[in-house]
């Protein structure tokens, strides 16, 4: 039998190859690691901001200006228009019986009335946002009653402040209005609620929770929190 040489100084061709696939099986690696990094880093997770959530909702009371106006006193201006009566000049030029679009019927001792609420309109930086619901109730001879308001707001890849919002599953409006001598009583509250999904950057979940405040000054005002945040302002 002849002896094996070793050689101490060099790799055999063994161990040579078997650290050129090791090598290349750690680059691989680190390409597909980077890869799926780089998609996870797409979106981050986390609370919007306060002037996001302060667009939000200044969005929804816009479109809720102008769904209210369309069905009350036929305002048909696009959202984004600029000068619109703020919502308490509209209910307080809110007359039920006479909208064009309600349907009303009379007895000898009250008229009974359902306004329907329509609006879908575009938003500032994309996408959409509807307002669907009713403002029904009854008044007497003399114009004195009670309305009540369920409205449902679902915005879809509504766009606004740099963050894309939709309804998680909506945003829901209600509210009580009461009518004396054929006059909206002030004051009047609204309040909102439901829930709205975001991002891209940040991206979330969160609720909704703000009252809408109307005087016999005819101001209005909204405050309350949406994602957890602050908001207040004119509405």
């Not at 402040?161 to 009461?178: E, H, K, L, R, V």
């Amino acid at each position: 039998m002849r002896p094996v040489a070793i050689n101490v100084g060099q790799k055999s061709w063994f161990e040579l190859n078997c650290y050129r696939l090791l090598a290349v099986v750690v680059v691989f690696l680190i390409m597909v690691a980077s890869a799926c990094g780089g998609s996870s880093m797409s979106s981050t997770s986390g609370p919007m901001s306060a002037a996001q959530a302060q667009a939000v909702s200044g969005q929804v009371a816009q479109a809720l200006t102008v769904a209210l106006g369309d069905a009350f006193i036929g305002i048909s201006l696009p959202v984004e228009r600029e000068p619109r009566p703020n919502l308490a000049t509209v209910l307080a030029d809110a007359h039920p019986e006479t909208s064009s679009s309600g349907d009303c019927t009379s007895t000898p001792n009250e008229i009974s009335c359902n306004v329907p609420i329509s609006y879908s309109g575009p938003c500032p930086e994309g996408g959409t946002i509807a307002i669907t619901g009713d403002i029904s109730g009854t008044l007497d001879t003399v114009g004195t009653g009670n309305f009540g308001t369920q409205i449902t707001v679902t915005p879809t890849s509504c766009a606004v402040a740099d963050t894309t919002f939709n309804g998680d599953p909506d945003i829901t409006i209600s509210g009580q209005i009461s009518l004396t001598d054929d006059n909206v009583s002030f004051p009047v509250t609204f309040t909102e609620g439901g829930g709205i999904s975001y991002g891209p950057n940040p991206s979330g979940s969160c609720q909704v929770n703000v009252t809408y405040s109307f005087s016999s000054n005819l101001t209005c005002t909204v405050t309350g929190t949406v994602c957890g945040q602050s908001v207040n302002g004119s509405c």
